[in-house]
Every structure is written in C-alpha cells, then in structure tokens.
C-alpha cells in the first residue's frame, strides 16, 4: 500500500441506570474520526426483573464502519476492486429471557438480529492465471436473524449444561447464504462433587459438539482476505472430548482428551481441527 498516515481518534461513554430494583436501563454512545470522516454509534440496553426467576432483556444499537486501509487501497494481482463510497451502517437488535432456579441452574433463549446496509464484501473473480484474484465490492443488504437456546441444570452431583444456536443470513434479494454454519449446538454431562471431606472439587464427564455445512473459503495472500469458494462445502462435523477438572487447594488440575474419534473436520473456512490429542494443565490462585 505503500505509505499512509492520517489520525483517528475515537471516544465513547456507558452508563448503567438502576432505575428500580428490578430494572436496570442502560445506554451507550461512540464517536469516531477516522480518514476525514465522523462516524457515530449509540446503543441502549433494558433488563428487567419479572419475579425472582423470570427476566427479560431487550437491546438495539446502531452504528457504522468505515472501510479499512486494506480494503480501501490494497492492490495487486490477486485483487480486483470496485469503488467502496459508502460506509457500512449497523443496525442489531436483541431480545431474550432467563429463567434462574437457584441452586438446580438456569435456562436462557435469545432472538438476535442485525442488517448491515452498504456491506464491503468478497467473491471469487475470474481469473486466467494460476492465482486466484477476488473481486471486492459493496453490497446493498446482509441480514441476519439468529435463535440461541442455553441450559444448566444441577441434579445433586450431576450437571447438564449445553447451548444451541440457529442462524440465517441472507442478501438483499432474499437469498440465503452459506458462509456460515446455519446451525451449532454443544454441551456437556458432568460429575461434579466435592470429595476428601469438601477438599477436592471434582468435575468429570464428555463434552460434545457439532455444527452444519458450510461453504468453503481460503485466506488470500498477505492480505488475509477470505476468498469464497462456493463451489467447496464442508460437511456437517462433530466431535467428542473426555473432561477433568480437580480443585484441591489453592490449584487447578486440568484434564482433556480432545477430539475422542480423531474425526477429521475444519473448525472454521480456514483451519482444520487437530487430530486426537491431551491436554494437561495446572493453575493456582494467589491472594483470592
């Protein structure tokens, strides 16, 4: 890119209003200068106590973001680019409720939205040589609406905790797209227990994971720009791992054997899960 120098400054402010007991209001606003332009960002937050184990939250924000240095100037023979006049405009919105049963755990379910108007986006570009080139451009709309559920219960010494999430993202057009697992989910069954006359805390048990396909993508040249490959899917994935975690003392013993099958599956576009393997660890608290 060569040489480019220019200021940035940014400032931001939060505060958390109780406004009852059982209500708490919260807002959020940002300033940033960046490249001659002045981009603004505020949000607001609400959460509010219904009884003692039902509360809901409801959030929205907006704001926008200018395209990066590499976006904006980076050239060379892998980049084919259109001009990015317009910054990208945020909107997200959220809204979810818990249920908190004490000591036997907690059940959560979240509604997320956000679109993203004048997105900066990637695609693979025609190309006669043995290097791939991507064309960067703006989009009109990305939008995207996402359902997660979250659990732990506690049943005497066993324990359940788990989330899953949905997720579907779409275009200005309507269709959907691939770039991103439609749907994940994981979760664990735990022996949790203090042993030794309350001297050992133990928590054992197996984790599980997995999400659905995805369409492929590779991180281009020194520019680290992800290259879409929609022609490339990577299939549905799963994995299984064994866990121990001791707390005797002042110290943590930490146990895991990752990745039980050995299953060969990418954990993102880019990076491939690691073959079986153990991981063993010790940790200590010093002054509370």
């Given amino acids: ?88 405009r945020h909107v997200r919105g959220e809204a979810g409720v818990r249920a908190d049963l004490g000591e036997h755990g907690s059940v959560a379910a979240t509604y997320g939205f956000r679109r993203i108007h004048n997105p900066i986006m990637f695609a693979a570009s025609s190309s006669t040589g043995l290097r791939p080139k991507m064309l960067l451009y703006q989009g009109e709309e990305l939008t995207t609406h996402s359902l997660e559920l979250a659990l732990t219960m506690r049943f005497g010494f066993l324990m359940i905790e788990g989330s899953a999430a949905y997720v579907r993202q779409t275009d200005a057009s309507g269709a959907v797209l691939h770039e991103i697992p439609q749907a994940c989910a994981r979760g664990g069954i735990y022996f949790r227990d203090r042993l030794l006359d309350g001297a050992l805390e133990l928590q054992a048990g197996v984790r599980a994971s997995m999400r659905s396909s995805f369409n492929g993508s590779t991180l281009l040249g020194e520019t680290l720009f992800p290259l879409p490959n929609a022609n490339v899917t990577i299939g549905l994935a799963s994995s299984v791992d064994l866990v121990l975690i001791a707390h005797l003392g002042d110290a943590y013993i930490h146990f895991l054997w990752e990745n039980l099958p050995s299953t060969e599956y990418f954990t993102t576009p880019f990076t491939p899960a690691l073959d079986r393997s153990i991981r063993f660890g010790v940790s200590w608290e010093f002054l509370n």
Avoid: C, K, Q
């Fill in 1 to 88: 890119m060569g040489s480019r120098r220019s200021p940035s400054i940014a400032g931001w402010l939060l505060d958390e209003i109780a406004m009852t007991s059982r209500m708490t209001w919260s807002l959020f606003g940002r300033v940033d200068h960046v490249r001659g332009s002045t981009h603004n960002g505020a949000g607001t937050d609400l959460r509010i106590r219904i009884t003692d184990v039902l509360s809901f939250n409801v959030g929205l924000s907006a704001s926008s973001r200018r395209s990066s240095y590499a976006e904006a100037f980076w050239n060379d023979s892998t980049v084919v680019r259109s001009p990015l006049p317009n910054a990208e």
